[in-house]
């Protein structure tokens, strides 16, 4: 088993940053490719990032590529998204959630994420 903490999320105004932490415990988080997902009200759940197990190779989905960055610390057993230049259609429950696949083999499917941190709430104001 793997569990995942999301945190970071908040209120921020339109053109803001935040940064979003998932802390990993249980089995070995470098063996795990990573990738955060959002869902908004009424909405499905949306890939945004992925990232391969030693932090080395992302893949994004085309409409976040350049103002979100994920990145891990697999010392610290952490992944990260950064996110900038932020809207306020970027408002949702941001998810991070691990898997056995490689980084980009369908990464933006769900169901081939093997663990999933509870979400963290990402309001953007206008």
């Known amino acids: 088993q793997v569990q995942l903490v999301e945190s970071g999320g908040g209120l921020v105004q339109a053109g803001g940053s935040l940064r979003l932490s998932c802390a990993a415990s249980g089995r070995t988080f470098s063996n795990y490719a990573m990738g955060w997902f959002r869902q908004a009200p009424g909405a499905e759940r949306e890939f945004v990032a992925s990232i391969g197990r030693i932090g080395t190779n992302t893949y994004y989905t085309e409409s976040m590529k350049g103002r979100f960055t994920i990145s891990r610390d697999n010392a610290k057993n952490t992944v990260y998204l950064q996110m900038n230049s932020l809207k306020p259609e970027d408002t949702a429950v941001y998810y991070c959630?691990?898997?056995?696949?490689?980084?980009?083999?369908?990464?933006?499917?769900?169901?081939?994420?093997?663990?999933w941190g509870q979400g963290t709430q990402v309001t953007v104001s206008s």
């Open positions: 959630a691990a898997r056995l696949w490689p980084y980009s083999v369908r990464a933006g499917v769900p169901s081939t994420y093997d663990y």
